[in-house]
Each structure stands twice: as structure tokens, then as C-alpha cells.
């Protein structure tokens, strides 16, 4: 854990879920991410905030091992999930996406039924029991808060969604497969603001079973559902801390110089 | 006032010209773009009124028969006398029946979609998802290429290449070992046939199928991939339960393009078929025919027949084989419109 603040001292006693060290990342010969290090404590919602391009969804990316689809991409260094480092030798990049969901910038539904939506992963995973899919179904869109809005029409195309609620089902499918950390990579950012704070409150619903890592674009964003926030600039991880700190007393000058708006 | 009608009447003159040009050239536009459109329909419908025309008096000489029937015979040139039904006439001891070609395009076509299929599918999903970034650009120009390769080169590469390594190692040894499988044992041939054409066939309309169900994935399903390795899939099943099923239609369409392209591919098949007349093929490496092929090989001998019956019949397959492809895509269109509808897309 990088303390650097005081005031975390309540929430350090909280155990570090997940934990990156020493993390770098190349694209080929571009140096995306250069040595950072993060602790994310349990159960709690950590903002990753910085201008465009500056590496965070590239970060946030590592965290699951989803840099192993893009063939150009390199990892060096380790993440640790509970103390065991997910990119050592012999562990199967299956499992710990298994453990550590994702939700993505733009609502990616599969061109299926809102149930099959759900239970996808489920199925993937073994399950072919009907009955308990459809428990699996309810309570994951409970989860999502999208329930009402669909339970009469579990088996409609989900891409007759709207956009808002195609990304609580998302949120409902990453939760069906009951991960211990979620990831979301702006997952507001083609939404409305109603759609939007449906998906904030949501957030903030989470934490209490899962811990949240967000990538957001919006400082806004950050400061309404976080409890700590990480700061990136062109590939370098420049200061992490709770999220009243980082927006009232930035220690670095380049952290107060973009959250008081003098980069893009 | 005066002054004032000068103005109104300079205000029309500087108008009216300008609306005229617009509505002038939309009209043009209008007109023009109107009869290309027709003209797509009318060079379908003339060239189909023009064969069936054509075939008329091969269509009412060979009736039935020519479904039925497998016998494809001119008649006897030299023989007394002509032989006549329905009012038209053909060379005494004639008989035109089309079944040996229509099975074997069929076959031909069957067949090449079974092996084409599956390595398509999998040639497309490894070029989208799995090779090296590197080589996308080698493989995907390696794909463009044969597909560009015109026919007659396959088909000699066939006639001097696969034919004689079918011949002398394929077939002897399959037919010798493993013989008690069905439509593997039997006489091993000459290495014409079936699978020299299946085997030709495929190599042309993989990579037609390779390069549109790649251009189909890219353009949609990279999220979709994504999406199902999140969820803790492995990448088998993200391609096959999550992009295959997303790009349903799209492959459907390129199957089916293919299956067409098969099905009146004329010069490579004719040069590795073993141009079969008269029997049906006894086992995978027997010799077939296809309808565009025996037009081509039997069109010589038809243009020896004075009655002309000949060239009419071989009108005849060619209709057949625009009614076959035909259906063929009207298929298509509705199995595409189907999955639309039930992915809940715009149809």
C-alpha cells in the first residue's frame, strides 16, 4: 500500500485485494505504462483518472490479463490478486478473468436474449442447470438494478436495449459469474447523464460485495463514486491516494495542475 | 412604382433560371440513375427470355426425360431419317437427359462446401484473432492472391500435379486400405473425378469465403471477443459462441456466394472431372460432370448435330443451372432475412 496521506490510515486497515508492482507495458516499441505500482484495498471503488492517451485503460487492461489478446502488447512485472501474482508461470488466464470481470467502454451485448446475455458466462463455466441459470439471471440483473425494467422480457433481443440499460446488462453478465474485482473501463462514457448516474449509483451498490477498479474520464465522476483515485500522465503512475486528498491536497504539482483543469 | 416592378422583375429572372437548372439536372439524375436500375433487372430477364427461347424446342423435344433421364446422346449423325416429338425433331436414337450433370454439380458443389466450410471458418477466425499481427498482412495478401488466380491455372496445376498424385498414390491406397468404408472402395481410377474436382473447387472459394467472413468479423465482433474472454471464456469458445453466432448471416451470405461460384465454375472443374457421360460416379474418385462443364466439353459435338437438337438441349442445361443458382440465392436471402429478424436487426 502507497500511503500518502494521513487521512488513509482508516482505510489501509482495509486488506489489499489487488495490487500491481513494478508494472510495465510495451506496444511493440511504445513504452505505454512505465513502472507503476498501485494497491487497491478490498471492497472498495479506486478511480484510475489522467488526459487521453495517458495509459490508464491501458493499466486497467493489465489488470486481467486482456493484454494477452492484443498480440503486439508486452507485460512485465507482476499483479498481484490476494498476494498471488496472476501473471506468473502456470496460471491460467481463464481463471483469473473468471475472478476479475471487466466491463467495457461501450456496451458490448452479444446479439442474443437478454437471459442467454446473463447466463453466458455461467454457461461457459459449467452450468446447464435451467432452474439455477434463472436464479443466476434474476439476481445478477437485481445486481445490475435492471430487474424491473426487464424481468417480462428475459427473452428479447438485448440489443433492443437502450444503451443505458444494454450497460447495466453487461454489469449484470460480468456479475453472473460472481468475479471478486470488477473492472470498468469508462463504462459511462457513451451513456446519458440519466443512463449515467443509474450506472454511479450502481457503482457505490458494488463495493459493498465486490471490489471496483474505474477508469473515468470525468474527474466529476471520480470524485462522486470513489474512495481513492490514481492519477496517470503520458505512462506514469504520478500519485495515488483517497479520493478528498488527491482533489483537495494533491502533492504533485502535476496532479493539481490537471485536476484544477490546465491539461486536457 | 415602376422601379419597384423592375425589382420584382429582376428577382424572378435571377431565381427562375437557377430552380430550373436544379430540377433540370435532378431530373437527369433522377432519369439516369432510374435506368441503370432497370437495366440490372432487364439484362437478367433478356438473357433468360433469350435461353429459354433458345432451349424452347429442346424443352418440349426432351420433356420430362431430360430430368430423369441420365443419357446424354446426340443421335446418329450419319443415321436415315429423324426422330421427332412434340412437333420437334433430333437426330434418330437421341436422347438429352441432364441428371448426371445435375447430380454431379450438385455432388461437386456438396461436397466442396463440406471441406471448404470448416477450413474457411477457421482460416478466417485465425486471421482475425490468433496470428501474429506481424504476419496478418502475408497471410491476408496470400489470401487476396488466390483468390485471384484465374481458373485455368488451377485447373492445369490440377490436370498435371493433383490428377496424376491421385491416380498413382491417392486412390490406390485408399481404395486398397480403407475400401469397406462406403463410396471409398471400388476401382481407384484414373485420378480425374470427384475429389481432384472437390479438391480444386475448394482451393478456389476458400479464400473468396476466407476474406468475406473476415471482413464480416472484423467489422463487428472484436468487442464481442473481447467481451466473452472477460467472462473467463477460453478463445474457442469466444469464437465459436460468441463470433460465429454474431456473424451468422455474414457467413451464411459467403457460403452461399461460394456454393454459386462452385456450382458454375466451368474450366477447372472440365480439367480434372474426368467429363463423365452416362454413369454415375461409383465412389470419390470416380469421374462426374457438371452442367457448366459438359456445356463446354459436349458443345463441339453439339455443333455437329443438323438438327440443331443439341445446341438446344445444352440451352437447356444452361437454364437449368440460372434456375439452380437462382434458388440458391433466393435461399440465401431469406435464411439471411431470418437471422436478422431473430438478432433483432433491421431486416
Redesign the interface.
Known amino acids: 500500500m502507497i500511503v500518502t496521506n494521513p487521512d488513509q490510515t482508516s482505510a489501509s486497515t482495509a486488506a489489499t485485494k489487488l495490487e500491481a508492482r513494478d508494472l510495465n507495458i510495451y506496444y511493440g516499441k511504445f513504452h505505454a505504462i512505465k513502472n507503476a505500482n498501485l494497491s487497491v484495498p478490498q471492497n472498495c471503488v479506486m478511480a484510475l483518472i489522467g488526459p487521453s492517451g495517458c495509459g490508464k485503460s491501458t493499466f486497467i487492461r493489465a489488470l486481467n490479463r486482456m493484454h494477452d489478446l492484443t498480440p503486439d502488447a508486452r507485460v512485465e512485472g507482476s499483479v498481484l490478486l490476494d498476494g498471488e501474482n496472476i501473471y506468473a508461470g502456470g496460471i491460467d488466464p481463464v481463471t483469473i478473468r473468471h475472478r476479475i470481470g471487466m466491463v467495457f467502454q461501450r456496451p458490448n451485448p452479444f446479439p442474443k436474449t437478454i437471459f442467454e446475455n446473463v447466463v453466458y458466462g455461467p454457461k461457459i463455466h459449467g452450468e446447464r442447470n435451467k432452474k439455477k441459470l434463472l436464479e443466476i439471471c434474476e439476481k445478477s440483473l437485481r445486481g445490475a438494478a435492471l430487474w424491473d425494467e426487464v424481468k417480462d422480457r428475459l427473452d428479447r433481443s438485448a440489443l433492443d436495449l437502450s444503451g443505458g440499460q444494454q450497460q447495466r446488462l453487461c454489469i449484470a453478465r460480468c456479475l453472473a459469474v460472481d468475479p471478486e474485482v470488477i473492472l470498468m473501463d469508462e463504462p459511462a462514457s457513451a451513456l446519458d447523464p440519466i443512463a449515467t448516474s443509474k450506472v454511479e449509483d450502481l457503482i457505490d451498490e458494488l463495493k459493498k460485495e465486490y471490489t471496483v477498479v474505474i477508469v473515468t474520464h470525468s474527474m466529476q465522476q471520480a470524485a462522486r463514486i470513489s474512495d481513492f483515485t490514481t492519477f496517470f500522465l503520458m505512462g506514469e503512475l504520478i500519485e495515488t491516494g483517497t479520493t478528498s486528498s488527491i482533489f483537495t491536497k494533491p502533492k504533485d504539482k502535476r496532479t493539481e495542475d490537471y485536476i484544477t483543469g490546465r491539461y486536457g | 412604382m415602376a422601379s419597384m416592378d423592375i425589382r420584382v422583375g429582376d428577382t424572378a429572372r435571377a431565381v427562375s433560371p437557377a430552380a430550373l437548372q436544379r430540377s433540370g439536372s435532378q431530373t437527369i439524375l433522377a432519369v439516369l440513375t432510374g435506368l441503370a436500375a432497370l437495366a440490372s433487372f432487364a439484362i437478367i430477364f433478356l438473357m433468360l427470355f433469350f435461353l429459354i427461347a433458345y432451349a424452347y424446342p429442346a424443352i418440349r423435344f426432351n420433356g420430362i426425360e431430360f430430368f430423369t433421364s441420365g443419357i446424354w446422346n446426340i443421335g446418329n449423325q450419319y443415321g436415315s431419317g429423324t426422330m421427332t416429338r412434340n412437333g420437334f425433331s433430333a437426330q434418330p436414337g437421341a436422347s438429352f437427359g441432364a441428371l448426371v450433370f445435375i447430380f454431379g454439380t450438385l455432388l461437386t458443389g456438396a461436397l466442396t462446401m463440406v471441406v471448404a466450410v470448416p477450413l474457411s471458418l477457421m482460416v478466417a477466425l485465425s486471421l482475425v ?1 490468433t496470428v ?3 504476419l496478418r498482412p502475408i497471410a491476408n495478401a496470400l489470401v487476396e492472391l488466390m483468390a485471384g488466380v484465374p481458373s485455368v491455372v488451377y485447373g492445369l496445376w490440377g490436370m498435371v500435379v493433383l490428377v496424376p498424385w491421385i491416380g498413382e498414390k491417392l486412390a490406390p491406397w485408399v481404395t486398397a486400405h480403407l475400401g469397406f468404408v462406403p463410396f471409398l472402395g471400388g476401382s481407384a481410377g484414373s485420378g480425374n473425378g470427384l475429389a481432384a474436382s472437390v479438391f480444386i473447387l475448394s482451393l478456389m472459394v476458400i479464400p473468396i469465403m476466407v476474406a468475406t467472413t473476415r471482413d464480416v468479423m472484423l467489422a463487428q465482433s472484436n ?13 474457442w ?1 469466444a469464437m465459436t ?2 463470433v460465429l ?2 456473424v451468422r448471416s455474414g457467413v451464411v451470405a459467403s457460403v452461399l456466394l461460394a456454393f454459386g461460384r462452385a456450382l458454375g465454375e466451368t474450366m477447372a472443374v472440365l480439367m480434372v472431372c474426368g467429363a463423365a457421360i452416362n454413369s454415375y460416379p461409383e465412389n470419390i474418385f470416380s469421374p462426374v460432370n457438371t452442367i457448366a462443364a459438359v456445356i463446354v466439353s459436349q458443345l463441339e459435338s453439339a455443333l455437329t448435330d443438323a438438327s440443331g437438337m443439341a445446341q438446344r438441349s445444352l440451352a437447356e442445361l444452361a437454364c437449368a443451372l440460372f434456375v439452380i443458382t437462382l434458388i440458391i440465392n433466393v435461399v440465401a436471402r431469406g435464411i439471411m432475412r431470418g437471422a436478422d429478424r ?4 433491421a431486416a
Open positions: 484473432y501474429p499481427k506481424r468487442s464481442l471477443f473481447e467481451a466473452s474472454m472477460a467472462l473467463g471464456s477460453t478463445s469458445q459462441r460468441a453466432p454474431s431473430r438478432e433483432g436487426r
